[in-house]
Nanobody, 124 residues
Framework: QVQLVESGGGLVQAGGSLGLSCAAS????????MGWFRQAPGKEREFVAV???????YYADSVKGRFTVSRDNAKNTVYLQMNSLKPEDTAVYYCVADSHFSSMYYNPVSYYYWGQGTQVTVSS
């Protein structure tokens, strides 16, 4: 059974940094697109970042230059390093994966596998 398990969420002050990890199990994800979405209270789920099997990366404009997505295929793990955090980054962050890299990588429907989410709270 495929599972994505996020870790690393927590509370941080504005301007600080936080790193998230997502460990995948039940399949070899080296050829999968893997990434991150987030959802703040009362808002729709939104795209954050994605990394293709060939390590091409794509970011939402709101996080570009502050967040970095990376992967370690040997560990079946994808990471999200978040720097210069802002209160508006507060959300539940979800790890995602799919066997295909879609041109609509920013759309939640492009991902079959989802983690359970991890809370990130940025205080002002």
């Amino acid at each position: 059974q495929v599972q994505l398990v996020e870790s690393g969420g927590g509370l941080v002050q504005a301007g600080g940094s936080l790193g998230l990890s997502c460990a995948a199990s039940g399949h070899t994800f080296s050829t999968y697109a893997m990434g991150w979405f987030r959802q703040a209270p009362g808002k729709e789920r939104e795209f954050v970042a994605v990394i293709s099997w060939s390590a091409s990366t794509y970011y939402a404009d709101s996080v570009k230059g502050r967040f970095t997505v990376s992967r370690d295929n040997a560990k079946n793990t994808v990471y999200l390093q978040m720097n210069s955090l802002k209160p508006e980054d507060t959300a539940v962050y979800y790890c995602v994966a799919d066997s295909h890299f879609s041109s609509m990588y920013y759309n939640p429907v492009s991902y079959y596998y989802w983690g359970q989410g991890t809370q990130v709270t940025v205080s002002s």
